[in-house]
Every structure is written in structure tokens, then in C-alpha cells.
């Protein structure tokens, strides 16, 4: 099928760069997803005939790396953008041998190398399985269905969709990640799998699905991840203590913030961040923990500091953050106290001071409050004049 899309001019240029060097090559995936539905991809993955060491010796060791065990890739720098670039697949080996479904059909190793068709054959789900040829300006539908599941907003697991939850637990939740962020919904076959199958979650890669938490925490969807999540049943495996509290004041105010959060991200108010993000989740039930109502934040204290960090750790467990993003929250958190006190304002230069800014001003906005006055109060660090680093301080002979 033909159809013009705007391509990443680097992208373009790298394909083209692998095609004269003999090897087919397609933006694939997402990106073409999102191109179809109006949307801005966040970055151009691209699938070739060309294996990881032959994609290396094509941009040189300089501008490319091989990444990856269970999945070999490599990264390309083109034009101050990195690529991800993968060679096609085919169906991938399975564990086998223990007779029994939540093991045997794991993917174990998916280095199988194959052609453009059979790499879109053992891909996830129709919509993710198209590819694009920036340069002839042609989509490949090999399934025969993504264009039109796209256009009817159907999210369809290809070929047998119990298999595929199977194979890797972790398409529960990516199909789960399409129904909130582009209102799709499931086809009968693909949703009638993945309420069977919901319980081999527990058998899916922790640091997968810990960078899988990371990513709904940047997005602009964060609120709709977890309300999708819970109405399937997969929130009691993937963040069990938010879905246990559900539907009481404490988590219905963290929806309301991190929609507030989201609204402004998607707004360009205010730059994504995880650690903000994990914040504003946790804030309303760190004040339950403190004995606060919703929206009435606590006191500092000793003790304070140390149930903040008890109640990220518990929020959000089992998944775990990186370390530098726990902490950050835990900044934006104690600071919250000092924007509400006469007597010790946080300094504009305060280390963590502009996150704390932000969820300040969310707080607020959600109260009905008025945002711009306490905006013009609380300007940002940018705003005030910046420390003198190293010599003399100002007047000083």
C-alpha cells in the first residue's frame, strides 16, 4: 500500500544507507502505529535482512554498537539520533520439555534470524506488525489486518492469542498499554486469552516489567495505565498495594494528580520526569500513612522522612525503581512542607527544587486553587539570578 509519512529525515537516510548496501530495511512497529493514528512517534525503531555485525560494518564502529543476549540488536548514531536497529525473526525457540503452558512456551532465546514476513508473523499484535519503507513510500501489512484494526481502533493478538500471552507474559500488559493510551479494545479472542492467562504474569521478567513501570511513569497516560489495568484484574499483579486501596479517597486523589501531572506534560507546562511522576502517585498515601486526609499534607519531621520512603517502596513494589529516582522523589516529597511554611520557604537553587515547584502547583490546581498567583510567587529557578560559582562574591575587593 502506498502512503506518504513523515519520516524522521535521519531515519530515511539511514535506511537508505542499509538498502544500497544490498539489505531490505523498514521503520516497523510503533512508529508506523502512531503515524497512522496522527500521532507523533517517540522514536523510529527499524528492522533489516542485515544481521547486527553486518548493520556494524555498514555505519562503522564509530557511529554503532551490538547490545543484547536474548535479543541482539544494534544501536546506531545517525545524525545526533540513535536508532535501534533489529534483523528480521522468525518464530522464536520455546523452553518446552515440563509439559506444563506457563513454562513450556516461554520465549528462551529470540535470535533466530528469518525474513521481513516472518518477522512480522512472530511479532505481538496486528497493530505493532506493520513495516514501512520510507524510501518507496509503501506499507507492508503482512497479517493482512493491522491497517484495518487501526482504523477500527482493534487491538488483535496475532495468530493464537494464548500462545502469545505464553510466550511472554509481558504482552498482558502491552495489550492493556493499547486499550488506555489510544482507546482501543481487545477483539473477543485476544481478550478472552488474556483474562485466561492473566495469572502467568507472575511468571514475567521483573526488570522488564520495572521498566515497564518507568515508562507509564513518563507518560502522559499514567492515570489511564492504571484504570485499564485495574478493570482487566491486572493491577493486583503488577502494582497490588495501589490496587488493594482502590477506590478509596487516597487513590482516587493520586488519579486526580497524575491526571492534573499528565494534563501539563501533554501541555509542555511542564518537562516529563519518573521521579515526579512516582510523587505525585504516592504523596496521597503517604499523608493516609501520616494520619492526614487528602490534600491536608503533613508536618516535617524525623519521622516523616522515613515513611515517605517506606510508602514508595511499598506503592509501587513489586516492581522497583532505580535508586536516583527514589531519591529524587523523596526530595520532591519533604519539600512539599516547606512551600506551605512562612518561616522556611525552599531556596529557587534548593536541589530538587523545580520537581517540588511542579507538584506544588498540581496540588494546588487540583484543590481548584489559583495557579497563576502562586506561579508569580514561586517562580522558577531559571527565574532568579543564578549563584556565582568559584572567586570572589559580588563587592568583595
Known sequence: MKRQLQVSANATDLIRDLQNSGYEAYIVGG????????????????????????????FGRRSSRIIGKRFRLAHVYKGGELFEVSTFRRTPRHAGGNGEAAHENLILSDNVFGTAEEDAWRRDFTVNALFYDPIREEIFDYTGQGLT???NRTVRAIGEPALRFEEDPVRLLRALKLVAQFDFVLDAATENALFAKLPLFSHASQSRLSLELEK?????????????????????????????????????????LLYERNCRVEERRYRNSVSLAAATVALPLIEAELGRAPGRLWEGSRKTAETIRSVLNRTFAPQTLMMRMVLSAERILLLQSSFESEAAPPHPHQHGYAHARELFLIRHAV???????????????SDRPARRRGGRRPGRK
Open 367 to 381: 484543590a481548584g486553587d489559583n495557579v497563576d498567583e502562586l506561579e508569580r510567587r514561586w517562580p522558577p529557578a
Open 31 to 58: 512508529a508506523v502505529r502512531d503515524l497512522l493514528l496522527g500521532r507523533n512517534p517517540k522514536d523510529f525503531d527499524i528492522s533489516t535482512s542485515a544481521t547486527p555485525e553486518e548493520v556494524r560494518k555498514v
Open 149 to 151: 484494526d487501526i482504523e
Open 216 to 256: 507509564i511513569l513518563q507518560s502522559s497516560y499514567g492515570d489511564r495505565h492504571l484504570q485499564v489495568f485495574h478493570d482487566y484484574g491486572l493491577l493486583d499483579y503488577f502494582l497490588p498495594e495501589i490496587n488493594r486501596r482502590w477506590d478509596t479517597p487516597p487513590v482516587e486523589y493520586a488519579l486526580d
